[in-house]
């Protein structure tokens, strides 16, 4: 039997809003919209007036996208590209039922630009360990970017849950994300700090020991590989213990990853971190199907319509039994009782009215929301 997925498609056509600024600006620019390097990724490159310079944002939905009225998801914002991983692996984990479907919005650079990484994770100059001077000094302006223009332009283009987004940075974009909870903890319910390089910010240790009262139940994950150079580690530990020590006002899990270097423990920080961080609702529940005869089939085909108008459909294909909401493409769904079937490896399922005749509604369950559409 064939499954089909939800797809990218039907959010595609979203409109576009302006989003919130601290002083009024238009709107942030798409440049150029197609096909990502990430698997099941598109790749939007927009204008930052904050910055003055263009940004590729790569965009996976999730495994299980909402499609119920006012339904929304978490996203995670992955700075430094997430290295082209970031979003295959939250799909993953998020359609494995290890963490909250999210969407994972990738940040970096576009493929025929400059790289102007330094300038914008940092806020000032530091001192690399080698004694040479790492400039910075636009990190300000990258931090204005991503509050004020990129996260109210996704919110406006995606179903996003603002109090479910989370913060991924790793290195240098580890110490960025450590002075964004710093200075502006309510920016994001969720930092994933990475391998921090205090080295080129070491006041910001003192700011996040002040801004721990403050964090309003909050979480951090603070990660390094074990085998890392010693002045990462000290980074690492360093900011661990100045956000500890505070539970009922930020929530912290530290780990430093046995044998690994600085970079080799990148692909396992996300499945370490995404399900503390982003946890779900309720675990995906995995029946085993069972076969329905023709007649009792027949009675859920036909036409229902949301709370919001929109239309689900109930038919059938070579494969059996078909569910399609209005925007998204069709998928077949599996009897698991009389009267309820659901969708295989997604937390998705369908119970129809119980009794003789055409069912006059059915309950959508889609990652833990609920929603009934009415036969029309």
Request: aromatic share 10%; with cysteine.
């Amino acid at each position: 039997m064939t499954f089909r997925i939800w797809a990218i498609a039907g959010l595609a056509s979203l409109a576009l809003t302006p989003g919130v600024c601290a002083e009024p600006l238009p709107p942030l620019k798409i440049v150029s919209e197609g096909p990502a390097s990430q698997s099941r990724a598109v790749q939007l490159i927009v204008h930052s007036r904050r910055v003055g310079r263009d940004f590729a944002i790569q965009v996976t939905t999730p495994h299980t996208p909402p499609i119920l009225p006012g339904q929304t998801a978490p996203a995670v914002y992955v700075l430094d590209g997430g290295y082209d991983i970031a979003g295959p692996t939250g799909w993953l984990l998020g359609g494995a039922g290890s963490m909250a479907p999210a969407y994972i919005i990738a940040i970096n650079y576009p493929p025929d630009g400059p790289s102007m990484r330094e300038t914008d994770l940092l806020f000032g100059p530091g001192t690399r360990p080698d004694g040479t001077v790492a400039e910075g000094g636009g990190g300000a302006a990258f931090r204005a970017f991503l509050l004020e223009e990129l996260k109210p332009f996704m919110e406006a283009r995606y179903p996003l849950d603002p109090k479910a987004a989370v913060l991924f940075g790793h290195s240098l974009s580890g110490i960025f994300t450590a002075n964004v909870l710093a200075d502006r903890p309510d920016g994001f319910s969720g930092y994933l700090i990475a391998s921090p390089s205090v080295w080129a910010d070491p006041g910001v240790i003192q700011r996040l020991k002040a801004v721990r009262a403050k964090a309003g139940g909050r979480k951090a994950f603070v990660a390094w590989g074990a085998a890392e150079d010693a002045y990462m580690i000290d980074g690492g530990t360093k900011v661990s213990a100045a956000l500890s020590g505070d539970p009922d006002h930020l929530t912290l899990r530290t780990q430093a990853f046995a044998g690994e270097q600085h970079i080799s423990y990148y692909p396992l920080v996300m499945s370490a971190a995404l399900p503390f961080l982003l946890p779900r609702a309720a675990p995906i529940k995995r029946p085993s199907p069972i076969t329905l005869k023709p007649e009792q089939i027949r009675r859920y085909f036909g036409a229902y319509s949301l709370p919001d108008g929109k239309t689900v459909t109930i038919g059938e294909d070579e494969d059996g039994v078909l569910l399609e909401v209005a925007g998204f493409p069709a998928t077949n769904i599996l009897s698991e009782a009389l009267d309820r079937f659901y969708l295989h490896g997604q937390d998705a399922r369908v119970t129809f009215e119980p009794g003789g005749g055409p069912a006059g509604w059915l309950t959508l369950y889609v990652n833990g929301a609920e929603a009934r559409a009415v036969r029309k």
